[in-house]
């Protein structure tokens, strides 16, 4: 036989002779000593039950707790006759009786009685009518709520959120809460009885008392009175506080607020975790001290513990709450990497990301003086303004991966350009006519990778009056910026943008856009005409024009690029503001128009449009002669622009964009006749 079914079969026989010596003693009288280590048993056994009471987590724990409220009220009872007949027969119960009598009743009959009154009130009015109630309507309320759990049980089991095997633990768990506050009901009625029993015993054994005392020794009526009063107070009190102990069990197991609950730590934190109250309560009882006529002495330190308790406790919260929301966020993190459904948030690409190392953070934190986030929304203003759309919500975040001073620009998730700043210094370009140089570290502004200077702030009026471009590390990263989104603003434009901007027009030219929109154009079709616009630097702000030359030309073609160069020649007087000024002469390069006829000759119509079938080695001759023109144009300091003919226009400009991205190609038709051009060149193999 195990170890483990030995104990057992102990336990079994504990319990069974516990029994037994409560039949025993109502029958066999005890002496005196053993009456004394009985009634130490029963008084340690209740503050067992108490406690145990208090801190289990769970009222389950104790579902026995009925037939202990039994088994010890039988013992009570027992321990009350043994007792009775010490007093009665030796009128020497024991010194643990006496000790009570003589004691905790200060060996007075009045205050014994008065002290025995009182425990017995506040025993059988307060807390076991409490108790008795508060048992009858959990036991009902709990019966009540039985068939809505297990719906509820079997409603997760029907849905798979649970198994067989958890559903069937919870309807066990039901019908074991079930029976036990229906047990606890009944039980309650254990605990009044006992008190009610206690109260009758005590009589009996006071007029029993004196009875002896006068007929058996002999005493006269006020010492046989003065006598077994005492001996029969001491009795009362030594039953009546185990009994009490058990019926505040009683009264803290049915009053649980919560089924799983740490009462010591939760009574507490209700009680005393608000320190505003114990701040008021302080400040009360101080106040009482001083202005009334309490103990001044006592009430202003009982009012400065409430005070100081209370501002410890405000920093035990506040920490507590700082570790609880580090935890909250580091929890919610880990549940969002193990639920399989929260996968898809990170599908999501930003259009536009800025990314910077941490010594970029004080130019993007407010609180340190940065002003970063406030040119990213003039960025957004400028873009607007300048290109007449929207650009996406930039975001701006630090990345520990990269360099203290480097910085990356993203583009739907991949990195477009980077560059370096230092931060504390500023950057010095040299425009072509600075007087004298200075010295610096080199560098290259990123943006169109000028060369430059890194200065410091020593240097910079100095620098600034030899003739160089100085700007600081913020201007830096606002014009790195702005030049990545114009480059890819194009992509950036999407059909819910388009819809957006078909909604603001529709406010004022209803007409226009029910003619356009979907009769004649898809939004699909709007946005690639919008996004070859947007490629090359042609503002679309005048929606109303494009929208009605659409309109105009779409019942004939489709085709997007074509279409688009028909809004560009409806925008000449932008496109001629854009690149040329009026009343001055502006220098070109002109198209051979043997070159025009050739690539006109080369090219394919399809279904999905059109593209040149030119021969590799005269693109790679066209692509040279465009490459030398353009570079006296640079030279010179001007923009390369070349001229074609509408026909060609957009031919062209595909063949050199992949090769030459800053070429400016213009055909006749989208400049204004006031413009005077001035050929410098000419294109030609």
């Known amino acids: 036989m195990d170890k483990t079914k ?38 340690c056994l209740s503050f067992v039950i108490m406690f145990t009471a208090m801190f289990v987590q769970e009222v389950l724990e104790m579902s026995n707790f009925p037939t202990i409220l039994l088994f010890t009220t039988i013992f009570r009872i027992s321990l009350n006759v043994s007792s009775t007949r010490l007093i009665l027969t030796t009128g020497d119960p024991g010194e643990v009786i006496q000790v009570f009598g003589s004691f905790v009743g200060g060996n007075d009959i009045i205050v014994g009685i008065i002290v025995y009154i009182i425990l017995v009130i506040v025993q059988f009015m307060v807390i076991n009518k409490g108790s008795e109630r508060v048992a009858e309507v959990t036991a009902r309320f709990t019966l009540d709520a039985m068939p809505g759990k297990q ?23 039901i019908q074991e809460e079930s029976s036990f506050f229906g047990a606890m009901d009944g039980a309650s009625k254990y605990v009044k009885g006992d008190a009610t029993a206690g109260l009758v015993i005590t009589g009996v054994n006071i007029v ?40 505040l069990s009683t009264g803290i197991l049915v009053t649980k607020g919560s089924k799983e609950a740490d009462f010591g730590h939760v009574l507490i934190e209700q009680l005393f975790g608000m320190p505003k109250v114990l701040y008021l309560v302080g400040a009360v009882v101080s106040f009482l001290g001083i202005f009334s006529p309490l103990p001044t ?26 570790e609880e929301a580090a935890a909250t966020e580091e929890e919610q993190q880990a549940e969002e990497i193990r639920q399989p ?14 990314e910077f190392g941490y010594g970029i953070i004080p130019l993007a934190d ?19 303004l300048e290109l007449g759309t929207v650009v996406p919500i930039i975001r701006l975040r630090d990345n520990i991966q990269l360099n203290p001073n480097q910085y990356i620009i993203k583009i739907k998730g991949i990195q477009i350009s980077d560059g370096e700043i ?19 570290i080199p560098t290259f502004e990123p943006s169109f990778h000028l060369p430059a200077i890194w200065i410091t702030e020593s240097q910079r009026e100095r620098a600034e009056s030899y003739g160089y471009t100085v700007v600081d590390p913020p ?60 490629k090359e630097g042609i503002s679309i702000r005048d929606l109303v024009t494009i929208f009605e030359t659409l309109a105009d030309y779409a019942p004939s073609t489709h085709d997007s690029d074509i279409l688009t160069e028909y809004v560009r020649q409806s925008l000449k007087r932008a496109i001629s503001s854009k690149y040329f000024v009026s009343g001055e002469t502006a220098s070109v390069l002109t198209l051979d128009p043997k070159i025009e006829q050739e690539i006109m000759n080369s090219v394919k119509q399809t279904e999905t449009g059109a593209y040149l079938t030119l021969d590799p080695s005269r693109t790679r001759a066209i692509l040279k002669s465009v490459g030398d023109q353009a570079k006296k144009l640079e030279d010179a300091g001007r923009s390369p622009i070349v001229m074609t003919s509408p026909i060609v226009r957009m031919y062209f400009k595909k063949m050199t964009e992949d090769y030459y991205k800053d070429l400016i190609v213009i055909s006749y038709n989208e400049v204004e006749p006031n413009i005077e051009l001035q050929s410098v060149g000419m294109v030609t193999a």
């Open 6 to 43: 030995i104990m057992n079969r102990v336990y079994d026989y504990g319990v069974a002779l516990y029994l037994v010596a409560a039949v025993v003693m109502m029958i066999i009288p005890i002496p005196n000593f053993l009456m004394d280590v009985l009634l130490a048993f029963d008084f």
């Open 151 to 173: 719906m509820a049980i079997d409603a997760d089991l029907n849905t798979g959120a649970i198994d067989d095997a958890e559903a069937k633990r919870r309807r066990d768990k």
């Open 208 to 247: 029993g008392g004196i009875m002896m005392g006068m007929l058996r020794q002999g005493l006269d009526i006020g010492e046989a009175v003065n006598k077994y009063t005492i001996l029969t107070m001491g009795d009362g009190l030594v039953s009546s506080i185990p009994s009490l102990l058990i019926s």
């Open 297 to 322: 002495v006592l009430y202003v330190a009982m009012g400065m513990i409430f005070i100081v308790v209370a501002r410890s406790m405000q920093g035990t919260i506040e920490t507590a709450k700082i």
């Open 341 to 354: 459904e929260n996968v898809t948030s990170l599908l999501q690409v930003d259009p536009i990301e800025l």
């Open 366 to 384: 407010v609180n340190q003086g940065g002003d970063l986030l406030d040119r990213v929304v003039m960025i957004r203003r400028q873009i607007a």
């Open 422 to 440: 230092l931060f504390d210094h500023y950057m010095a370009m040299n425009p072509g006519m600075v007087e004298e140089e200075i010295t610096g």
């Open 475 to 534: 201007s830096i990263i606002a014009t790195h910026l702005t030049e990545v989104i114009r480059q890819h603003i194009a992509e950036l434009l999407t059909r819910q943008d388009v819809q957006n901007l078909v909604n603001n027009l529709k406010e004022n030219h209803a007409a226009l856009v029910d003619e356009l929109v979907p009769k004649l154009m898809t939004l699909g079709e709007i946005e690639k005409v919008l996004q070859n616009l947007l």
